[in-house]
């Protein structure tokens, strides 16, 4: 049984190796990774001396050679491949163990040229695996360091790979050179004309991993699953562990990831209640139970079945809290003993466990996504994210009223969480709590007054309370709506023609209005 072996990260490959040595398996290697396994005082082969030619060109050809490769892609129970083989002195290759040159890593690298990009371009490591993975009925490969135990004890325990290890591994092989390829394509059709790079490719290759198929999508009649990032950011919704609780529905998913974004995006401890993708309850508090206590007051018809998440520890006081009401989902970096106890009872509900970003939110940019995408027919919207966040610095204010410190800090607050209400957006806010959001609508007026209408059922007064509109009102009806409902401070990001009659209005209504400058729309 004879082993290839040509590697560019060597983790563990000594071991490997070693391993190999043990159970009689014959080592062939190249260059580098032949010279640190003769170090080590195995005996290996060099590929040189199977191709009787030697490396060439800087090492760009050393293993694209009829004597490797008609090695690799025999079929053993062919007699004709056979005697292929013997009529020209090939030996058949039975395993390969092969990484890739690191391009990822390398044009991740600030300062990274074009010239350093192409030469850590594999050729001659993927034509290999393609080969070996093709042929996988008889040949293993290994693409990873994460493989190399696993193919071991099988090789220890029954003397030979299953069938069923073989094409694992050759499906391994195949997403492995598919992911690379795509990591180069996207790299180099960023490059346009002069030069400069663009943010969007000229071709754009997703690379996503199936963490499970769903029992069916938003409807019964559709079919679904969910997917990660090849290389999902830590903070993020597809890093959850799950504790307890039924299986997440499509549904629960994307609800869930829409109240883990809000909430990770406050400072203190927090608590966003979602319901059909949009904050009915977001409010922040001294702890955990405050925050959920204040959030759920916004509208507790609405929180019935609703999505829950923390961006604390939630602890008993909290859960028992939370478990007086019906509740899908329940999300939280940690949860305690307790907590947790409280939830035993309750078996259906889905309790997630999410860390936040390592650094928490000075690490801010660690959890969320750089990129936004959706599909049209046939096509693909794609687009930076909405992270933009805002500081008082930045507010401008253009009435003659002024908002005080107090009213600032709750502008910043709504405005905040206008960015996660669906466009049209209005929330009325006040004291860190939300008391009204109006969303959705194809009109802000009524996005307005049915904001309006969820305090009044809520038993909530608007009055003294704060606004934020998620775009600038382009006539003053809006301004009058909201003030009449109670507000007296109002957060918008300006560019309306008529912006000068809105800021009439706001003074003629003696309230107080700061322009952002920056518009969150969210369809």
């Known amino acids: 049984m004879n082993a290839l072996i040509s590697v560019s990260d060597k983790t563990g490959i000594v071991e490997l190796a070693q391993a190999l040595h043990a159970l009689g398996i014959r080592l062939i290697s190249t260059g ?47 007699p004709e491949h056979m005697a292929a083989l013997k009529a020209h002195g090939i030996d058949t290759i039975d395993l390969l163990v092969v990484n890739l040159y690191p391009f990822e890593a390398t044009v991740a690298k600030p300062g990274c040229t074009l010239e350093d990009a192409i030469e850590n371009i594999d050729i001659g490591g993927p034509a290999m695996v393609r080969s070996a993975a093709k042929n996988w009925k008889d040949v293993g490969v290994l693409t990873d360091a994460s493989q190399y135990p696993v193919v071991l004890q099988e090789l220890k325990t029954d003397g030979k790979l299953s069938d069923a290890t073989r094409f694992a591994l050759s499906v391994a092989a195949f997403n492995r050179i598919s992911n690379y390829d795509a990591a180069i394509s996207d790299y180099l059709s960023s490059f346009q004309e002069g030069g400069a790079r663009s943010l969007f490719p000229a071709q754009a290759n997703g690379r996503f991993v199936k963490l499970q198929d769903l029992r069916y999508g938003e409807n019964p009649h559709q079919q679904a699953a969910f997917y990660r990032d090849l290389h999902p950011a830590p903070g ?210 009524d996005s307005a007054r049915i904001a309006s209408i969820k305090a009044q059922h809520a038993g909530l007064s608007l009055k003294g ?41 706001a003074d003629e209504r003696g309230v107080a209005m700061v322009f952002s400058g920056v518009r969150h729309f969210r369809h």
């Open 32 to 78: 580098g990774t032949a010279k640190l396994l003769a170090d080590q005082g195995l005996p290996v082969t060099e590929v040189a001396q199977v191709t009787e030619f030697p490396e060439m060109l800087d090492g760009r050809v050393k293993t694209l050679h009829p004597k490797v490769h008609g090695g690799l892609l025999a079929r053993r129970e062919m």
């Open 236 to 445: 993020s919704l597809v890093t959850a562990r799950q504790l307890q609780g039924k299986e997440l529905s499509y549904n629960n998913i994307a609800d869930a990831d829409a109240a883990w974004e809000c909430v990770k995006s406050f400072d203190g401890p927090a608590c966003v209640i979602v319901k059909h993708a949009n904050p009915c309850g977001v409010a922040v508090g001294a702890n955990a139970f405050e925050a959920y206590a204040k959030a759920f007051k916004t509208d507790s018809t609405s929180a019935f079945g609703g999505i829950i998440a923390f961006n604390r520890t939630l602890d008993a006081a909290a859960a028992q809290a939370v478990s007086k009401q019906f509740v899908e989902v329940l999300m939280a970096p940690d949860f305690t003993t307790e907590a947790l106890e409280v939830f035993k009872t309750k078996v259906n509900v889905r309790v997630l466990q999410i860390a936040m970003p390592p650094g928490g939110r000075t690490d801010w940019d660690n959890g969320r996504n750089a990129m936004d995408v959706k599909r049209v027919g046939s096509g693909l919207l794609m687009q930076t994210a909405d992270n933009r966040e805002l500081t008082v610095g930045e507010l401008r204010v253009v009435t003659k009223k002024q908002p005080t410190a107090e009213q600032l800090q709750d502008l910043l607050f709504a405005w905040k969480v206008a960015k996660y209400v669906k466009s049209n957006a209005i929330v009325f806010c006040k004291d860190g709590m939300t008391m009204g959001v109006g969303a959705g609508q194809m009109s802000r007026l």
């Open 465 to 505: 309370t704060v606004v934020a509109s998620d775009a600038f009102f382009p006539f003053r009806d809006g301004l009058d709506v909201v003030v009449d409902a109670g507000a007296d401070c109002v957060i918008q990001p300006g560019g309306s023609m008529r912006d000068e009659e809105v800021i009439a209005a």
